[in-house]
Structure formats: C-alpha cells, structure tokens
C-alpha cells in the first residue's frame, strides 16, 4: 500500500496540531504539594498506593507531598495516566456488572 506525499503532509499537520493543542492543555506550573495530595485524595490513591503505581520509593512521594521536593511533572503525568487507567477499569466493571 503506497501513501502519497500530500497525505503523509497532512497527518503531520494533524499530528503537529494535535501536539500543540495538547501543550495548550497542559498546565503551565508545576503541580504544588497541596495539589498533588487534592489529587491522590480525588482519584482515591494513598502516598504509598500512588508511589507505587509509578515506580518511585514513598519517602520520595512523601518529600513531594511535604514540599522538601519539587514535584517532577514526570510524576504528574504518570499519575494522571494512572488514574485514567483505574477509570477505565472502573468503568468497564460496571459495564461488565449491568448486563
């Protein structure tokens, strides 16, 4: 199967502008240690649950959460796709639960 120029063009346009609206979307300052924790309280994970799921020891977790570190958005981002990944699974048991 052969692809032309012009449409190979266009889905980097379409990917170029995908990235750049993304970047739109991402929060410009990093995530604060009080916004950090909002957001484990929200989503349901605990300080050792969320160091978990990512990969990083809880005393590290716990210095972001105290402020002694600056929270990475590496982290961020890993948590957000953490949660995104438990609604998912929520949702699809409750899919599964109703037929």
């Known amino acids: 199967m052969s692809v032309s120029f012009a449409r190979m063009r266009r889905s980097a346009t ?3 502008e995908v ?3 993304y970047r739109l979307l991402m929060p410009i300052m ?3 240690p009080k916004q950090l924790q909002s957001f484990l309280d929200h989503v349901g994970l605990s300080q050792r649950g969320a ?3 990512i990969g990083i020891h809880e005393r590290t977790m716990r210095a972001y959460i ?3 570190l600056p929270v990475p958005r590496t982290v961020e981002y890993a948590l957000r796709w953490v949660a995104s ?3 998912s699974k929520h949702a699809a048991a409750r899919a ?3 037929k």
Request: aromatic residues 0%.
């Open 14 to 16: 379409n990917l170029t």
């Open 19 to 21: 990235l750049t609206t």
């Open 30 to 32: 990093d995530m604060t």
């Open 51 to 53: 160091a978990r799921e």
């Open 66 to 68: 105290a402020g002694d």
């Open 85 to 87: 990944q438990q609604g």
């Open 96 to 98: 599964a639960k109703h």
